[in-house]
């Protein structure tokens, strides 16, 4: 071989691979700038906290399980959580109808009002190429957008009321993880369904849902069910099937017991499909000052 040649093909490789260096470091600097700005929407729309703490009186008149998890999840006298911050890893199954599990990494900015978050998830595609995904509830609107290394769109949904209402309603099933979000004190109401069920309502930017939650034997939580929720098919088309989360490992953190594993699927004609599964790598939490 013409070492002439050998010299342009080494050279022009040397270029490819740089080039998409390039790209990619250019990719995810964007996608942090694009975060940065909805996190500080995000903080821009809280509303002040005043002085308050956990006072166990208050879930007196609620349904016996919703008593019971509360007072096997919090703690007397303990300020109410103001916001947080949540580190994540799992696995994300990328088929709607078969089993394609990728991994992902993720962060997680919540407020708790006004109600809302951001997060930021980055799912492993191919080696060293990630999707990069943003779902979020940020001032009463939906956001769900998603772009191959930060630079190929791939997803970028609608930011109607439909949106807006299944990312509410992901906000308060994760409530779990900021458990004082789900007193009486903080807009939640709570109405009897038997013994280990209750319907948690809440409202939002006009939008008002309601929420099954399943208590166990220990008091806590097994899981979150809605009769629908916005689900975009293959093809486009959004249709309202009914959507479940799922909590496990529950661990006392800042003063609180929750859950540290979970799951969430969607519930089809054939059955439950779980596409997200995940555990807590790191919590900060921020409080509401004492009284």
């Not at 096997?72 to 394609?100: C, D, I, R, Y």
């Not at 609107?141 to 949904?157: H, P, Q, R, W, Y």
């Not at 809440?202 to 939650?213: A, K, N, S």
């Not at 069910?225 to 689900?231: E, K, L, W």
């Amino acid at each position: 071989m013409n070492m002439m040649f050998v010299r342009i093909l080494i050279a022009s490789i040397v270029l490819v691979v740089a080039a998409v260096v390039v790209a990619l470091v250019f990719g995810e600097r964007s996608w942090n700038s694009g975060t940065d700005a909805m996190r500080a929407r995000l903080e821009a729309a809280r509303l002040p906290k005043a002085p308050a703490v956990y006072d166990a009186a208050e879930t007196d008149t609620l349904p016996a399980p919703v008593r019971r998890f509360f007072r096997s999840a919090l703690t007397e006298g303990w300020p109410l959580v103001a916001a947080a911050f949540f580190e994540h890893e799992g696995t994300f199954n990328m088929s709607e109808t078969g089993e394609s599990w990728k991994r992902f990494t993720s962060t997680q900015r919540v407020v708790i009002d006004r109600p809302g978050f951001d997060w930021d998830a980055r799912i492993e595609m191919f080696p060293g190429i990630a999707a990069l995904v943003h779902d979020a509830y940020i001032a009463g609107e939906g956001v769900l957008f998603g772009k191959i290394a930060g630079l190929i769109t791939v997803i970028d949904m609608p930011r109607d009321r439909e949106l807006a209402r299944g990312e509410l309603m992901r906000w308060l099933a994760e409530a779990a993880w900021y458990p004082t979000a789900l007193l009486p004190s903080s807009g939640v109401r709570w109405t009897a369904v038997d013994d280990s069920t209750a319907d948690a309502t809440m409202g939002d930017g006009g939008i008002e849902l309601t929420l099954r939650f399943r208590f166990g034997p220990d008091g806590l939580i097994e899981s979150v069910h809605a009769d629908s929720r916005g689900h975009t098919s293959p093809d486009g088309t959004v249709e309202q099937l009914p959507w479940e989360g799922r909590w496990t490992d529950w661990e006392r953190r800042g003063g609180m017991v929750i859950p540290t594993r979970g799951e969430v699927g969607w519930v089809f004609p054939d059955g439950y499909r779980p596409y997200w599964r995940g555990r807590i790598v790191r919590i900060e939490y921020e409080f509401t000052p004492l009284p």
